[in-house]
């Protein structure tokens, strides 16, 4: 009875057929044939690295071939296969469950010492310093707003105001008719991906990118199209493949972090967002822009930066192509992730329509939080240094940890943003992610930065928690990969 948990379903955790379908994302890129192979494969990847932790409970073999539009014979292959290998198991009217992967414990979430992980999945800095005045400055505001009859769903006037008046000191005049006030950037994708691409469309996305981006393409059955962002080479960006992946895929949609690329911390030069906005023109091809990392620009990465420091900002992407960028941000990287606020820009006409889609799901943001990010943008200032200083420290500690303790992983030094995207010199990442909850600390291996596997290599770290932090978790991780070599 290897690993099996107790066939309890009290204690057991499950997975639904739709969320299993979106985790597993382009597991059949290669085509039907062979498609038990590539299931199992997909499944295993997943088991190992933890997003399947052993003892959840699979959906059944109808629910997931309904899921995954493939035949139940192919899920019984795939789960036989994973059975095999010992990573499922199955008991005849109580289903399958995923079990431990052979050669390792239970993924242990805690520290050997009983203490709280060190949590390196999620890329969001703590609250930034003026968040408190700012909240008070609010609860004032609110008193006036409270004598408004109704609500306006686009948003407030004056932060309306306050982000277009940034956008329009960035080089792209904009009235604030041009903007939607969301519940997060990630909020304005997706009403940007209801509006713009319907199921079996292509949307074009930058590999590695952002995998909740990933989630939302798959999850409206849409067909990721995947570039590539370079982390080396002097440009992070192909235009030129870009433009012949746009010319041949005729995507509906495409999503772009040119303003500090998640994961790698690349910005595009202003001459590559010319010709990436020409190209967009000319191919008619919608674009989201998420610039979600925008203002942390952090200066002091390695030579070759296509944009470094704050005074050398390039003009927004939407300066290139005003028709055909939709343009998301937000405060959660410089304020704080739990406002649960952004915003989108656009032309007014795709405003109006983004609008109107937008009843079908809610009816706008939140009040208090709205006046709360409007008294932080209305004077940016005392958040925004102190808020890169922080991020500096943290990114050069992170830096200088894991040279000394990983000296063979390969890595550039971002200009800006929150990661550290590093290269490993064998394809052990998610064997990695998984031994280092063993030693309390808890990763997104690289691979789920992809649309397909093939990121096996690389590791992201978030240099978003203080330096003693980080440290403590690279010496962590490094013990980690030391255990696996010996096994
Ligand atoms: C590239 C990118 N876009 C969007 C988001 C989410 O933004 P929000 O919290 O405003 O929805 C994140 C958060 O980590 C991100 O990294």
Same mark, same amino acid.
């Given at each position: 009875m290897n690993g099996l948990p107790p066939l309890s379903s009290r204690t057991m955790g499950r997975i639904s057929a739709a969320r299993l379908a979106s985790t597993l994302g382009q597991w059949h890129v290669g085509g039907p044939r062979g498609g038990g192979h590539a299931l199992a494969d997909a499944l295993a990847g997943r088991i190992r690295d933890g997003r399947l932790p052993p003892g959840t409970r699979l959906p059944s073999e109808r629910e997931l071939a309904a899921a995954l539009g493939v035949s139940r014979t192919m899920i019984g292959a795939a789960l036989g296969r994973l059975r095999d290998a010992g990573l499922v198991a199955s008991r005849q009217g109580s289903g399958s469950w995923t079990a431990v992967p +052979? #050669?390792?414990? +239970? +993924? &242990?979430? #805690?520290? +050997? &010492? #009983?203490g709280e992980p060190i949590n390196l999945t999620r890329a969001s800095p703590g609250a930034a310093d003026g968040l408190l005045p700012a909240f008070e400055a609010a609860r004032r505001a609110l008193r006036e707003a409270l004598r408004d009859e109704t609500y306006d769903d686009l948003g407030i006037a004056p932060l309306r105001e306050r982000i277009a008046a940034r956008y329009t000191v960035r080089g792209v005049p904009t009235a604030p008719s041009q903007i939607m006030i969301t519940n997060g950037a990630h909020h304005g994708f997706a009403l940007a991906l209801r509006l713009l691409a319907g199921p079996g469309d292509r949307v074009l996305v930058e590999e590695p990118g952002y995998p909740h981006a990933f989630d939302a393409v798959t999850a409206a059955r849409g067909h990721l199209v995947p570039v590539p962002v370079d982390p080396f080479a002097a440009s992070g960006w192909d235009i030129d493949g870009i433009a012949a992946t746009l010319r041949q895929t005729s995507p509906r949609l495409a999503y772009l972090m040119v303003d500090f690329h998640n994961p790698t911390g690349r910005r595009m030069g202003a001459g590559d967002r010319e010709r990436l906005g020409a190209v967009l023109a000319a191919t008619r091809t919608h674009a989201v822009v998420d610039e979600s990392a925008v203002d942390l620009s952090l200066g002091g990465g390695d030579p070759g930066g296509d944009g470094d420091g704050p005074g050398s900002a390039p003009p927004p992407l939407a300066a290139f192509a005003p028709r055909w960028t939709i343009t998301v941000g937000s405060p959660a990287k410089t304020h704080w992730g739990g406002l649960r606020i952004g915003w989108v820009r656009a032309s007014e006409e795709l405003i109006g329509r983004l609008g109107e889609i937008r009843a079908s799901l809610d009816l706008g943001s939140p009040l208090f939080e709205q006046l709360w990010l409007s008294g932080l943008l209305g004077d940016p200032g005392p958040a925004l240094e102190p808020r890169r200083r922080e991020l500096r420290a943290r990114r050069d500690a992170l830096v200088a940890a894991v040279r000394a303790e990983c000296p063979d992983w390969s890595f550039r030094t971002p200009d800006g943003g929150v990661n550290l995207w590093c290269r490993l010199p064998e394809p052990i990442g998610p064997r990695l992610a998984a031994a280092a909850r063993q030693y309390g600390v808890l990763l997104t291996p690289g691979d789920r930065f992809g649309v397909r596997d093939g990121l096996e290599r690389w590791l992201r770290l978030p240099f978003t928690q203080p330096p003693d932090r980080l440290r403590e978790a690279v010496r962590r991780i490094a013990a980690a990969r030391a255990g696996l070599a010996t096994r």
């Open positions: +052979p #050669g390792g414990r +239970p +993924p &242990d979430a #805690g520290l +050997p &010492d #009983g």
